[in-house]
C-alpha cells in the first residue's frame, strides 16, 4: 500500500475540488461526508475493535471520493475562473521546458518569466508568464521576447479549474485521469498532452 498516493476529492455533482491524503479521506468517510465513491479501491485502513461486538472496524477508501455538497464557487469555474499561479503550477503546465530554448530543466533551475515584462507595464498573471531557465530569463532580462530576439516556442495559456487541479496532482491513477479529462475543454492543450502521453515532471 503506497501511503502517499493521493485521493481525487469532488463534490457531489463531480466537480473536482482537490487532492486528499488517505487520512483525510478516511476521516471525510467516518464523518459521513462522503455520498459516493469511485475507481480503484486504494487503501483498506484498519481501526479499533468495538467493545460490543467484537469486530475491528475496516474503511475502504477508493481513488475518488465524492463529498456532500456542491462546490461554494462552482459557478466561477465554467467561465472566467483564474487558479493561483505559482512556480510549481507553472512549471508542470510548460512541462518543465524553457519556453525560449527548449531545453528541460529540474524545478531549481526553471523561473518565472514575464513575457511582457512588469517593467514595461506587464502582469503577474498565467497569460503573460513562461518557464524559462535561469540562463535565458537573465539573458531576456527587462525585455520583450522581440526586443531580446529571442523567440517563444509556445503560446502561454491559463488553466480551467479541472487543468489546475490536474497540474496540482502527483503519480495520477488511470481512472483519476480519465475522470479530470472529462472535466477539460476540447480544445485544452493539456488534453491534448496527456493523450499523447506526454507525462509532466514532479
Not at 91 to 110: A, E, I, M
Not at 175 to 197: I, T
Request: net charge positive; aromatic share 8%.
Amino acid at each position: 500500500m503506497d501511503l502517499q498516493q493521493r485521493v481525487l476529492r469532488t463534490d457531489v455533482s463531480g466537480m473536482p475540488l482537490e487532492w486528499v491524503g488517505y487520512q483525510e479521506a478516511v476521516k471525510l468517510i467516518t464523518l459521513d461526508q462522503v455520498s459516493y465513491s469511485l475507481g480503484k479501491r486504494l487503501y483498506e485502513v484498519r481501526g479499533g475493535i468495538n467493545a460490543i461486538s467484537g469486530l475491528q472496524s475496516l474503511v475502504s477508501v477508493d481513488a475518488i471520493i465524492a463529498t456532500v455538497g456542491q462546490h461554494p464557487h462552482k459557478h466561477l469555474f465554467s467561465s472566467g475562473y483564474v487558479p493561483p499561479l505559482s512556480n510549481q503550477s507553472l512549471f508542470r503546465r510548460d512541462q518543465n521546458l524553457c519556453l525560449y530554448c527548449g531545453q528541460q530543466f529540474p524545478n531549481s533551475l526553471l523561473s518565472r518569466d514575464h513575457v511582457h515584462p512588469l517593467t514595461q507595464g506587464g502582469q503577474d498573471r498565467w497569460v503573460n508568464v513562461v518557464t524559462a531557465c535561469k540562463r535565458c530569463n537573465n539573458h531576456k532580462a527587462g525585455r520583450t521576447p522581440e526586443q531580446a530576439g529571442m523567440e517563444l516556442l509556445a503560446i502561454p495559456f491559463c488553466p480551467t479549474h479541472a487543468e489546475y487541479i490536474y497540474l496540482q496532482g502527483r503519480q495520477i491513477l488511470n481512472d483519476q485521469m480519465d475522470f479530470l479529462l472529462a472535466h477539460f475543454p476540447r480544445n485544452s492543450v493539456l488534453r491534448k498532452r496527456v493523450e499523447k502521453g506526454e507525462s509532466l515532471l514532479v
